[in-house]
Every structure is written in structure tokens, then in C-alpha cells.
RNA sequence: GGCCCCGUGGUGUAGAGGCCUAACACGCCACCCUGUCACGGUGGAGACCGUCGGUUCGAAUCCGAUCGGGGUCGCCA
């Protein structure tokens, strides 16, 4: 026999709902008992309803009420009445309206929860993810994951709108040697042999190309072993998406029509700008140090090479004559940072690799004309007259009032410290408006970089994206300055998502690999299938993978994206809850040919002894 | 892998060598309270301060190691 556990949502309940009889059930959100009548508020999916016991008119109900704590699954039914004048609440969605409770069951009884389910009271992350499963009942992940819905059904009716069929790839493939650290799994029928699973589903959706699925996406997961971030997990998800007979453009403006669908619909009132501009990688990494800059704040960097060349300060003379070049950036009333922080912005330059950074302060209000010696401030003051000082204060855009923060040396050193800087700064001053989305595109990615490490020179984007037809004779010579059709999407400081024109011709992507260093018979074993793929008639064709999680933190408001994934990792890769990874059976080890490297076998008799000693 | 930060009752914090046989708020338990909605009142239980070792007459407080977590750089085609 079965009966009916629900009639409603408990936050669908309204005025209009008065009369009806309903039947709930949910979670105990709070209890106010007050000697006899009692209150409760009863939680599930669709949100919070008041539930009332009076014990003279239903004395078995509220003595199962009385029982009730807090997170037992509770139903019940009862009559949907309006409350009485002046106990209405406008905090609640259904404040105008009250449940009579008629009879009430127990359908669970719960522990008391290690942390508080009905507030959003800070709490240690890793009791979080022990406990998820309490944690998605809180009112933040519950929200983030209908949020994530619904970008994603966002995401799957656009494509399909656009004429994108949704194709499944494998998630065991072949392992690829370029690129991050594969996940690896060994494999059980092949001794010795191993399946890498997908960094992304990069070569599927190429080959997918060929095949005639002119237009492609996937939500994919993806999976990459290397050190986590607020903004990394080992595995996440990305829309994939894959178009034939496209350029560059084509991609571009369809990532942006489908931003600006999501932003429409899931947060029409921020703002978000009407076309996103493009910026070149040259022009970014001037302009602000970096291939993803925040352009929700100024704080633009500027050349002061010129000014400075003849000037008696050999911190930056020396810098210029070994090549490199003095930028710096101006901080409206910036004059205001003490000594202490200024240090700071030292301190944190010398973090990032550079012997320091120079800094002016300028004192009164106004434009820079005039400037006298005493209202003049910096550690350098003493090489530059107020005039050459105001000179670089005004190539940077600044007035009287602020701080000047100035690198020297080479471009690659003081981008990356300019970069931090103005990130530090734009934090600390609370710049960056909240409620912008501050998207542009960055394109003109160098093809390859110099791998010291390796000695090699390697695919900034991968080994399959078309370099510029012009720039194919550099190859060979200066693959330096070689550029390509790579391409990335960027909001508010962060990468969203990268993509590219691919290689379609056989010739061309031979040629790359042999500027990556790969002989003939290396590639046809590591990508033969590609290039035999290739002599079969591939359609030109590109595309770009925006990141899921990330679009979702961006949506949400979140700067971490462990707050937009039901069960994500910690920033060693583990899960608190479920345990793993863990060790396996010794027989599980037999199956797959594994037999543990002695450094291994010594890691797991000091996690068995650490855990026999706690115990 | 480098650097930095954090680790005190169930949760969040206070505590910065002896005043701590550890304090506060929330939660929990009991009793009281019939219109609350972060209900209210009274009383109570609950941590030896992540772990190990050291300095000291004396350590939650200092030092070292270790474990766990986080940030950042490297890394992330």
C-alpha cells in the first residue's frame, strides 16, 4: 500500500493554496516549541514552509512534533490556512500562508548534524566535504547546484539551437606524451599497457571533423594529474565544442552570442559589455601584464623606458642597457599607502623573481604640473628632478595623490610582477565591481615556447593549432615568432575557456611536429591516427572548450569552484569523505600487472602505522 | 617541488609562557513557556588546546619535526 508523501513543494505553498488540504514532507529546518503549541519550519527542494501544532486540537500530531529535532525527515498533512493578521512573515516566500498540521510521521530521525544545516555559518572546508551530503542541504551549494543546471541546460539548448549535436567521446584513450600529466589506467587485458584518461576530448572531436560532424559539443569531463587551484580540480568539465568550416571569427562570435545568453538569463541585472572586445596576446601582456587581465579596474601598465634612459638611476639604467625595459602603473590615491604596504608590494615583487620595485607618491590634489622636491616621495627620489618625476607620473595617466609602482627588466619578469601588483592592488582597494562581467577575447597567441627544461620548444595552445599561413616559413627559422589561430575567453581575471583553428592539412601539421621536435616515425606512432585522418579529406575546422566550473564560480559569485561541484577534491587530489584514493587489494594489483615501487610500499607501512597510532 | 598562512568543546571564535584544572556565541540535553519565525527563560553536559619531540621551575601560548587544510609560484598542450 502506498500512500502519497507529497502533495507540494513546501516552498511552492501561496495565499491562494488556502483551504486546500496538503500533504508534505521534507526536512526539520527549526523548531520553536513554545509549552505546547509549536512551530516548525519544514524544508525541502523548493524551500520553507511554516507547519503549526496546536496540542488541544491535534494532540497526536504535536506530540510527534514535540519528538522532532532539527534534520529529522518529517510528513505531514494538514490544511493550508492564511496566517493571522500581523504574523505574516515577507522573509519567506510562503509567509503569507501557514500548514494546520492534522497528523505527522517520523519518516527519519537524524543525528545532530556536525555543523549548523540551516545557517550559512563559516565552516572548515574539510569538515564540508566529510560531511557533503549535509552540505549540499545548505542553502549556498543548494542554490549553486540548481544554478549549474541551469547554465548547463543553457548551454545544451543553445547549441542545439545553433544546429550542435551532442557527441559521447571515450574516456579511455590512448595516452599523449605532449601536454599535462595523464591520469593513467592499467589495463587488465594488455599486460604492461595503459589508458590515459582525456585531458579533453581534443583529437575525438577533430576526428569527429573528419567524419563529417561538422557541428559538435559535448558537456566533457576532463581530467589532468597536476597541482590544484581555487580555479583547478583533477577532473572538471568543460563545454567542448567543435565546428567545420569555420574561421576564427565564427568562433569567436558564437562564444560570445552564448555568454551573452547565459548572462541574460541567469544574471540579467549585472552588467556585462555589449560586444567583448578582443585584444591580441601583444597587447594584452603591454597593456596589462597579462593574458588574462581583469579590465573590471584601469590600473593599466605604461612604457617609461624613454623617459628614465638618461636619467643617474641604475636600477634602471642597467635594466634598459641589458635589454629590458622600465614599465609601471599609477594607483589613483595611491599616495595613501604607508610604509608598511609599500614593503609589501616590495616584498611581493621580490616573491614573484624581481630584486624590487620603485615607487613615487605624490602629495596635494591636482594635476602633476608644478610639482615641487618635498612633494615628491620615493626611495629614488634623490635620482629625478620633481619634473622627471612628474613626467613618469604623467606618462602613467597620474595626479597628485598617487602611488606610482614601477618595474625594470625584462618583459617576461616585469609583466608577471606588474601583473601581481596590479591584482594586489585592485584587491586590497576593491576595485573590481562585483557585479560586472568583464569579458574579452585574447587571440594572436604565440605558437610555441622555449622549454628550458627540456631544451625544446613547445605548443603554447597543443601541436594541432594553424599557425598563421604567413608565419609558416618561420617554422623552421624562428618558431619564437611564429603565431597562431589560439584563442581564449576571459572574464574577470580568470581564463573561462581557450580554443583554436585547427591544422587540417597533413603537411602543415608534420611540420609542426617537427618543430616540436618529433621525428617522422615518433608522430605516426604518437599520432598517426591523426595524421592518416588528415590524408582523407579533413574540412578546415576549430573551435573552443569553455570551462564549466568556471563559468558557473563566475555565475555564482564563487572565487573558488569547489563551491559549484557536488563532490569536488581537495588541493591534494583526495576526497574527506569517501577516503580516496586509497590502497588497493594486493589481488586488484595482480589483475593489472602492478607490483609497487619500494618508495610506494614505504609511503603505505607509514600511513598504516600513523593510522594504528591515532587509533 | 619552493614560499606563505591556518589547526583550541559538535560549529565559529577568544586566548599572544604562570591569572587556563581554558573563555564567549551558536548548537546539544533537561525543565519552563500556547503565535513564533536567528522565539524566549532557567539549569546542565561537552575541548587538556592536530600529532610527536624539545626549551623552561612552568607551554594552548616559544622552537623543531610530522600530519591535515588553504593560498601562491612552478606546473596546468
Request: glycine share 8%.
Amino acid at each position: 500500500m502506498h500512500e502519497v508523501l507529497k502533495s507540494h513543494g513546501c516552498g511552492e505553498l501561496r495565499a491562494e493554496h488556502a483551504g486546500e488540504q496538503v500533504t508534505l514532507a521534507g526536512w526539520v529546518h527549526r523548531r520553536r516549541d513554545h509549552g505546547g503549541l509549536i512551530f516548525l519550519d519544514l524544508r525541502d527542494s523548493t524551500g520553507l514552509v511554516q507547519v503549526v501544532f496546536h496540542p488541544e486540537q491535534e494532540p497526536a500530531a504535536s506530540a510527534v512534533a514535540a519528538e522532532v529535532r532539527n534534520e529529522y525527515v518529517l510528513g505531514i498533512h494538514g490544511e493550508v490556512t492564511a496566517r493571522r493578521a500581523g504574523t505574516e512573515n515577507p522573509e519567506l516566500s510562503t509567509g503569507a500562508i501557514e500548514v494546520l498540521a492534522a497528523s505527522a510521521e517520523i519518516l527519519n530521525a537524524a543525528e545532530t548534524p556536525p555543523f549548523p544545516v540551516n545557517q550559512e555559518t563559516n565552516v572548515d572546508e574539510v569538515t564540508r566535504l566529510r560531511y557533503r551530503y549535509l552540505d549540499l542541504r545548505r542553502e549556498r551549494m543548494a542554490g549553486n547546484l540548481r544554478l549549474r543546471h541551469r547554465v548547463v541546460k543553457l548551454m545544451r539548448d543553445f547549441m542545439d539551437e545553433r544546429g550542435f549535436i551532442e557527441v559521447e567521446t571515450p574516456v579511455l584513450n590512448l595516452a599523449t606524451p605532449e601536454g599535462a600529466r595523464d591520469y593513467l589506467v592499467p589495463s587488465r587485458v594488455h599486460p604492461g599497457s595503459f589508458y590515459a584518461l582525456p585531458q579533453s576530448p581534443q583529437q575525438w572531436k577533430q576526428l569527429l571533423m573528419v567524419g563529417g560532424v561538422d557541428k559538435y559539443f559535448q558537456i566533457a569531463r576532463c581530467y589532468r594529474d597536476e597541482d590544484l587551484r581555487a580555479d583547478r580540480q583533477p577532473e572538471f568539465t568543460q563545454l567542448d565544442v567543435e565546428m567545420a568550416f569555420v574561421e576564427e571569427e565564427d568562433i569567436l562570435d558564437l562564444t560570445e552570442d552564448l555568454y551573452h545568453r547565459l548572462a541574460e538569463e541567469v544574471r540579467p541585472e549585472w552588467t556585462i559589455p555589449a560586444r567583448f572586445p578582443r585584444f591580441t596576446f601583444a597587447e594584452v601582456m603591454e597593456r596589462y601584464g597579462s593574458d588574462k587581465p581583469d579590465l573590471r579596474y584601469g590600473l593599466e601598465l605604461h612604457d617609461l623606458t624613454g623617459l628614465v634612459r638618461t636619467a643617474e638611476f641604475r636600477v634602471f639604467t642597467q635594466a634598459i642597457e641589458a635589454g629590458g625595459r622600465v614599465r609601471g602603473f599609477a594607483v589613483p590615491s595611491g599616495a595613501d599607502v604607508g610604509r608598511r604596504g609599500l614593503d609589501e608590494y616590495v616584498e611581493l615583487a621580490r616573491a614573484a623573481g624581481a630584486s624590487g620595485i620603485v615607487w613615487f607618491q605624490f602629495a596635494g590634489e591636482g594635476p602633476l604640473d608644478g610639482l615641487t622636491a618635498d612633494e615628491v616621495k620615493s626611495p629614488a627620489a634623490r635620482f629625478f628632478t620633481p619634473e622627471q618625476a612628474a613626467a613618469l607620473g604623467q606618462a602613467c595617466g597620474a595626479r597628485r595623490g598617487d602611488l606610482l609602482l614601477i618595474a625594470a627588466g625584462p618583459d617576461a619578469l616585469s609583466s608577471k610582477v606588474l601583473d601581481l601588483l596590479r591584482r594586489t592592488v585592485a584587491e586590497q582597494r576593491g576595485l573590481a565591481d562585483p557585479a560586472a562581467l568583464s569579458f574579452l577575447f585574447v587571440t594572436q597567441f604565440p605558437a610555441f615556447e622555449w622549454d628550458a627544461d627540456e631544451e625544446k620548444w613547445s605548443a603554447v595552445h597543443h601541436l594541432f593549432t594553424s599557425p598563421f599561413t604567413d608565419d609558416i616559413p618561420l617554422l623552421e627559422r624562428d618558431p619564437g615568432s611564429v603565431r597562431s589561430h589560439a584563442y581564449d575567453i576571459v572574464c574577470n581575471g580568470q581564463e573561462i575557456g581557450s580554443g583554436s583553428i585547427r591544422i587540417h592539412s597533413r603537411e602543415v601539421q608534420l611540420a609542426v611536429l617537427r618543430t616540436l621536435g618529433l621525428t617522422l616515425d615518433e608522430a605516426k606512432l604518437k599520432f598517426g591516427h591523426m595524421l592518416e585522418a588528415f590524408s582523407y579529406g579533413a574540412p578546415p575546422h576549430g573551435g573552443i572548450a569553455p570551462g564549466i566550473d568556471r563559468t558557473v564560480a563566475l555565475f555564482a559569485g564563487e572565487r573558488d569552484i569547489r563551491e559549484v561541484i557536488a563532490f569536488p577534491k581537495t588541493k591534494s587530489a583526495g576526497d574527506p569523505m569517501t577516503g580516496a584514493p586509497a590502497p588497493v587489494s594486493e589481488r586488484q594489483l595482480r589483475d593489472v600487472h602492478i607490483r609497487l615501487a619500494p618508495d610506494a610500499e614505504e609511503a603505505l607501512a607509514e600511513q598504516r602505522a600513523g593510522a594504528a597510532s591515532t587509533e
